[in-house]
């Protein structure tokens, strides 16, 4: 299994909230969108440098990257040469673009399209598998104990986030 099939992206509290256009919303959900993009980055910053400083932590989370990988193999056997023909198609996007062959583009882009789809539903399969989630929910309990030990707002900043996501979501989208 190829070492990077899924870039197993790291925890996983801070979720990223759908960005609405900009007409339309109104100041109180635009001033919520803007604190929620600001305690993100902030949370992020501090997640980072915990994983900077923690070797431990880095070998973990590379683990659960393996685990996803594995788990995504077993629902997927073809998930390896999908990513490979992803990267290949990457490759023939450009040069499609490059020569300005707009049609070849268009189908290079479907067919990339239709692969993610399938990775990505391999992916959230293997993410719901038990030994997967007892792995992340482990992985995250440790990862945010060491972030509140090193920024002790931390642990606030999290529930500021989950308090705005949850206002966001209840808001809904905003009318066209």
Not at 35 to 55: A, K, T, W
Not at 83 to 105: C, H, K, T, W, Y
Not at 126 to 134: I, W
């Amino acid at each position: 299994m190829a070492a990077a099939l899924v870039v197993f992206a790291s925890p996983v509290y801070a979720q990223d909230m759908p960005v609405p256009p900009q007409q339309d919303v109104p100041d109180e959900v635009q001033e919520m969108m803007e604190e929620f993009q600001e305690m993100q980055q902030r949370f992020m910053q501090i997640q980072s440098q915990v994983l900077q400083m923690n070797p431990e932590l880095q070998e973990r989370q590379a683990a659960i990257g393996d685990l996803v990988n594995e788990a995504m193999a077993e629902l997927n056997p073809a998930a390896e040469e999908q990513v490979s023909r992803l990267q290949q198609l990457e490759q023939e996007a450009a040069m499609a673009q490059q020569e300005e062959d707009m049609e070849r583009l268009q189908e290079l882009i479907n067919e990339a399209q239709g692969l993610q789809a399938e990775l990505q539903a391999a992916q959230a399969q293997a993410l719901e598998q038990d030994h997967v989630q007892q792995e992340i929910d482990s992985f995250q309990d440790d990862l945010l104990d060491e972030m509140i030990e090193m920024d002790p707002e931390a642990g606030q900043i999290l529930d500021r986030l989950d308090e705005l996501a949850q206002q966001l979501g209840a808001q809904g989208p905003p009318a066209p």
